[in-house]
């Protein structure tokens, strides 16, 4: 994520925006302008960039039974081993070679079926289950809770993302780098974030683009604002000269959908939280019963954004992470965009979208774009354009029958019931940051990373197959690859640490060889070289061939290793500023685990599910940020410390805004 962070530093500010600090106050300049300047065009390099490469089968295989060894019996391992050395000998030299066909025409032999394959072709709900979510930080400091201000708010949120959108248009936001520079990163995604969609199918969805740059051509202009199961077109949002239309006559407007919103709309938006096959069969049957339903349809796919005015009042970003996950306004997202936008009753807001269409760093810079800019204003003017384009929002009314109600009804039903079975903590804890960790030799990553599994470890006495993200955006559309964290370093440290045959420096040693195969896994991930996307090609080509499925993908050991979505964690980190996102658990009986790093402490954010008997988030939590009273659940960190030799006081690490569903 250091590329994330040094994006994030060329985003300069915008100096005539004036916001105040105090709820209630809230006020914008006339003159306001955003003020990204850059000497580059935002995707001028996305062509030139080198094309994603085929890994060495040889180097793959060596790799995932690596991966494979910690997590088996020695009998396991010893079978596995067999049938790697004949899939390598045989069916995998013939499909790595199609792979490498393959990637001779296709500049990124890996997007097509990612999108497909990761996400398009599943029939789970996107609510929930697959959509990420997450809190806008400036509840921590620019803008508290206060009664009052959800719709100045709003004005002044959708202010900045429509310029953020003219920026993105214009080719003015800063492009994506290496820590060093070196490395140009792909920006494809930041057109996905706006005016895209997800089209369900029967057995696989559909995404639709339609954002387009001022040199591309025309691009959709307008958003929808839902608001008690209503759903309103707003459009007219920018004047003749580009600026976006005054903050006081979009107050306005979200008063008016307010107003018309107070008796309960269609709830027509719930339809997009249920399973796939069944969306797909509403979605085809309100198009045949009245075609200006599929001309709705049509206006709500090509929107910028979605922005949903929710009467919820959470107050922390626990709260807001739960409400922006689960909460009871399923009615009022329209979860296949990639980008919902929810303003609570009380001046809160949060995100929900659909992860098929970008990855979270995109949300995450735009985030923190817009905190920032919020954040380093010190007065308020309320203000607007001298002569405001006045323009009421349209409502958008469907055509029903009983079929369409039937469905709502069912759409509910499923979404309450994963609602219902969901969990979330998130906190923080101090002492340990940033600048600590690399004053000491340590990634802080990878130090986060190696304190899961030595939570996991002291919970359950075993370790378990681990997912991190990593970024391939330095190649043409790359996107991410799998760092499959589960050493054998990794759990030999973890054996050390709560065994008494250890010395503290013996201890230390393992620590650091755990921590430097983490970072060799982690650089091999970004430059392509890592194991789960190379063996995801190999088995796409055997099943469109119709051929078979290689023995090594039925393989118990490959589950176990957490191939096939069985990672038990799934974990990434989100960045080094103070933003959050996060995703459900991948499997029912693990956990969700995304954290940032700031300076002088770690975020953490834990999900997990109510019905798995075999998983406590609390407890987890506890053993990853807080000190628990009995001594089987003592605290990672107070285990580090040990290692380090620093002092260690667990008012250091209390942790914060704790919450369940």
Known sequence: MACFHRLLSNVTSLSKLTVGLCPGTIRMSSTASVDLITKERTFQYDESLPPLPVPDLDKTLHKYLQSVKPLVTEEEFARTQEIVTKFGQTEGLKLH???????????????EWWEKYAYLSSRQPLAVSLNMFGPFFAVKDVWPPWEGTQLERTSIFLTL??????????????????????QTFDMTQVKAFFCSSRIPGESVDEIVR??????????????????????????????????????????????????????EGQCICILTADDRPSWAKSY?????????????????????LVIALDPEKPTNISEIMLQSMAGPNGHNRWFDKSYNVISFENGTSGMTGDHAHLDGVVVAVFSYYVHTQLRALKDSVLGDNM??????????????????????????NTYKKLADNVEVICSEFWGYGKKYVKSVGYHPDAFMQLALQLAYYRMYGRCVPCYETATTRQYYHGRTETVRSTTQEALDWCRAMVGNSHTNRERHQLLKEAHDKHMQLMNEAKDGQGVDRHLLGLYVLAMESGEGIPELFTDPSYTKSGGGGNFTLSTSLVGYVPVQGAVSAMCNDGYGCFYNIEDQNYRVVVTGYKNSPSTDIMRFFESITQSAPDEECRHTVQALASVFKVPHSWSHFCAKDKCFS
């Open 97 to 111: 070679e199609q792979l490498l066909q393959r990637a001779k025409t296709e500049r990124n032999w890996m997007e």
């Open 161 to 182: 993302a429509l310029r953020y959108f003219q920026e993105a248009r214009r080719e003015t936001l800063p492009v994506m780098k290496s820590a060093s520079g070196e």
């Open 210 to 263: 339609y954002f387009k740059t001022e040199q591309e051509g025309p691009c959709p202009n307008h958003i929808i604002v839902t608001c008690n199961g209503h759903i309103f077109k707003m459009d007219n949002l920018f004047e003749e000269n580009g600026e976006v239309v005054g903050s006081l006559e979009l107050v306005r407007r979200l008063s008016l959908i307010k107003e018309r919103s107070r008796i």
């Open 284 to 304: 085809e049957h309100m198009c045949a019963l009245d075609p200006m339903n599929e001309q709705h349809l049509d206006t709500i796919n090509k929107a910028i």
């Open 387 to 412: 002569n405001p384009l006045r323009s009421d929002p349209e409502e958008i009314i469907f055509t029903t029958d009983q079929q369409v109600e039937e469905a709502k009804l069912h759409a509910a």
